[in-house]
């Protein structure tokens, strides 16, 4: 990838409203390696070819077209810097990283004809710690709503606890990193997690809809639990 290297510095420079440290504000549980930041050309920034880092969250073209119409009037913010990804378990990668997040970003650049743009990239041991490590950076730039932080509970916790018996009482360290992630307390991600294990199809739609609480749903989900634990019970008798 044709690039040239960047200072932390200079990019800085450009603008002190520490939007700067949204690019280190993840990694709280994945940390990358060898990281730098460069300027890259918008036409050699690859994209993933298994579409993971790129479905992390839906795509908005009135977004982008809207960035593009600020860029072309102010310019590049060179503090919004994108994300790429060195994957070791992946050789390719190494020499072309694929893009991480900055979806909207990149599409403003070609848009407003912008030829090259700032990154950051990082080198990441597996395809696995890159994409926990998207979902995180892309979660800390986000209000989500209540359903949104119900999908981003159950990639992350695929993501960090693969092959984890899903019944919906895993608590300690896992809940408590994935609540700081998600900005909510380890008992609402407790709740979130017992939701995505155990509630039914109208309960999670009434979640999604806006209708129903996250706690609320939790109440529910526990009470059908027990009515089901016990007419079992009772067919048993």
Known sequence: MASKKIS??????????????????????VVSQNTGFEKVKVEDIAEDPKGDFTEIFPFNEEMAKSIADSIIARGYDKTQVIHLFKIREEPETMEHPIRGDGAHRVAAAKIAG????????????????ALIY?????????????????DAMAKLDKLKNPGKKSDGETTGKSSEEIADVLGVSPRTAERMRNIIN????????????????????????????????????????
Not at 23 to 29: C, E, H, L, N
Not at 202 to 210: F, M, Q
């Open 8 to 29: 932390y510095n200079d990019l800085k420079k450009q603008n002190d409203s520490n939007q700067l440290a949204q690019a280190f504000s993840a990694g709280k549980t």
């Open 114 to 129: 912008i030829e090259e743009i700032p990154a950051y990239i990082h080198t990441f041991d597996t395809r696995t710690e």
């Open 134 to 150: 998207a979902y995180e950076l892309q979660i800390l730039r986000r209000n989500l709503e209540p359903y949104q932080k119900l």
């Open 198 to 237: 155990n509630a039914d199809d109208e309960t999670l739609e009434a979640v999604k809809s806006g209708e129903m609480s996250i706690s609320k749903a939790d109440k529910l989900t526990n009470e059908k639990k027990q009515k089901k634990s016990k007419k079992v019970e009772d067919e048993n008798l």
